[in-house]
């Protein structure tokens, strides 16, 4: 039995196009005729012949959590501007920088990009390469040379992750998190009845 293609919602194919043309005219900074004609070609060729498979969501979001994420996120900001002003004015200057890879838990394109651009949002650390088949990122860490500093950064990615997943994180996200969280003795990130509710619609 052959199986029909299924066709995507004009909504997948125009967002892109839009999005890609949009980008284009505020690199050029001329909002013309050309300029939007030379967008759309562009965005067309790319989407066309460099496809990539569209984004999952979850279908799940917790504004308690997302709340929590964007205080978090807003504080991380303030205190990391604070310390990387600091190291451009003390005497001592900057020590080494590190380059460490970081596992994620999470598979979703969306929470891996999330994750990196929430990490290069927080001055001082940037996401310089991503290993998407595996999940893992590369993080340049700015003053970052001894082994409590190395640890100190992963658990930053790793609290951005957490907070990322409880906040939008599939059933899937979560269980593989708590798996993680079991084997270091912490609790859930959701109590279990809810995880199974969420589970059990998938």
């Known amino acids: 039995m052959i199986k029909k293609k299924t066709r995507r919602p004009l909504w997948q194919i125009a967002l892109p196009i839009l999005l ?23 965005a067309l060729f790319v989407t066309r012949f460099f496809y990539l498979p569209p984004v999952e969501l979850s279908r799940r979001f917790n504004i308690f959590w997302a709340a929590v994420f964007l205080g978090w996120f807003t504080a991380s900001m303030i205190s990391a501007s604070l310390h990387v002003a600091w190291l451009a004015v003390r005497p001592k200057g900057v020590s080494a920088g590190s ?6 838990h999470t598979r979703s394109d969306l929470l891996i990009t999330m994750v990196s651009t929430v990490i290069g949002l927080i001055p001082g650390s940037i ?16 003053d970052c ?9 992963k658990s ?3 609290r951005i992750e957490n907070l990322l997943i409880r906040a939008l994180g599939s059933a899937h996200d979560i269980t593989t998190l708590n798996t993680w969280r079991k084997e270091l003795g912490m609790p859930p990130v959701l109590p279990t009845r809810e995880l199974q509710r969420k589970e059990s619609r998938r």
């Open 20 to 42: 890609l043309t949009a980008v284009w005219i505020m690199l050029w900074d001329d909002l013309s005729v050309l300029n939007i004609l030379t967008g759309v070609l562009l």
């Open 145 to 153: 040379s001894t082994d409590d500093e190395v640890e100190a950064a």
């Open 99 to 104: 380059v460490i890879s970081v596992e994620l």
């Open 127 to 142: 996401v310089i390469e991503a290993d998407r088949a595996h999940s893992v990122i590369f993080v340049h860490v700015l």
């Open 156 to 158: 930053q990615v790793y």
